[in-house]
């Protein structure tokens, strides 16, 4: 046990560091290991603050436990921003995936255990979050039509099986 939590808090002081630096993926992790349960309370409110920090960077990852996480400190509409923001700067994390995320899935089935962090490939988390956009754009205008079907064609491409249902239904309304 005293090897394990000396290894733990190493772990926590590299993560500090990287943290520091404003590296994203060290910002997540941390944020992610402040949330647990055995973290004192007052390291809520900082991990909110990493998380954030690493979503505003683009790190998809990031932004999926940003929203589960820390609901009260983030709006929706800014939530798809920064998933539109984290699409465009995806490569720049190549290397950080795969990664764990508190988020529910919805282009693969969910986990049946409560708390449960699946562990999702860089297209998996692109697929989410292309699928994310289609379902929160309207789709009143021709422009807006357009937009949704292609966040869809964007998730289909990534594999996600749900999105098929969604281009269905919009190419269906279309030729009406």
């Not at 943290?19 to 060290?26: H, Q």
């Not at 603050?49 to 940003?66: C, F, M």
């Not at 508190?102 to 282009?107: E, S």
């Not at 949704?148 to 749900?162: G, I, M, N, P, V």
Request: hydrophobic share 40%; aromatic share 8%.
């Amino acid at each position: 046990m005293n090897i394990a939590l000396k290894e733990s808090h190493n772990a926590l002081l590299a993560l500090e560091r990287l943290a520091a630096n404003n590296n994203a993926w060290g910002q997540y992790q941390l944020g992610l290991e402040l949330t647990s349960p055995f973290a004192p309370p007052e390291q809520q409110r900082r991990a909110c603050v990493l998380l954030t920090e690493s979503a505003k960077q683009g790190y998809l990852p990031a932004i999926y436990s940003l929203a589960g996480t820390c609901p009260n400190d983030t709006a929706q509409e800014q939530i798809l921003i920064l998933l539109e923001q984290g699409l465009k700067n995806s490569e720049k994390f190549e290397m950080y995936y795969p990664a764990r995320a508190m988020i529910y899935l919805q282009c693969q089935n969910n986990m049946t255990r409560a708390i449960i962090m699946p562990t999702l490939t860089k297209r998996a988390f692109e697929a989410e979050a292309y699928f994310r956009l289609g379902m929160a754009t309207p789709a009143k205008t021709p422009q807006q039509h357009e937009k949704r079907l292609s966040y869809f064609k964007a998730a289909k491409s990534r594999d996600c099986e749900a999105a098929q249902t969604q281009i269905d239904y919009l190419l269906s309304i279309h030729k009406k």
